[in-house]
């Protein structure tokens, strides 16, 4: 059974930092693509970065230079760190994993992030 838990989201002045992690059990970060999205309220939920098996990344235009998608394969953990934030990322923040031997998505519970003053 897969299972991905989100962390470290809260509430963080604009210009400020935060890292998420995201703990996977029942599926292999090393092998798979890993990605962190979000959905702000009302809105629909949208990619934020991507890291594959083999360690390249993806970003949306928003957040390239402020966020940083990394993966630690022997914690089977993946990071997102995000500096430099604007009020306009506050969302909730999902880990997604994408198993390719089955083709299947799987997502996390999500966890919050805030950006105001």
């Known amino acids: 059974q897969v299972q991905l838990v989100e962390s470290g989201g809260g509430l963080v002045q604009p210009g400020g930092s935060l890292r998420l992690s995201c703990v996977g059990t029942g599926i292999a970060f090393s092998t798979n693509t890993i990605g962190w999205y979000r959905q702000a309220t009302g809105k629909q939920r949208e990619l934020v970065a991507t890291i594959i098996s083999g360690g390249s990344t993806n970003y949306a235009d928003s957040v390239k230079g402020r966020f940083t998608i990394f993966k630690m394969n022997a914690k089977n953990t993946v990071y997102l760190q995000m500096n430099t934030l604007k009020p306009e990322d506050t969302a909730v923040y999902y880990c997604?994993?994408?198993?390719?031997?089955?083709?299947?998505?799987?997502w996390g519970q999500g966890t919050q992030v805030t950006v105001s003053s």
């Open positions: 997604n994993a994408y198993r390719t031997v089955e083709s299947k998505n799987y």
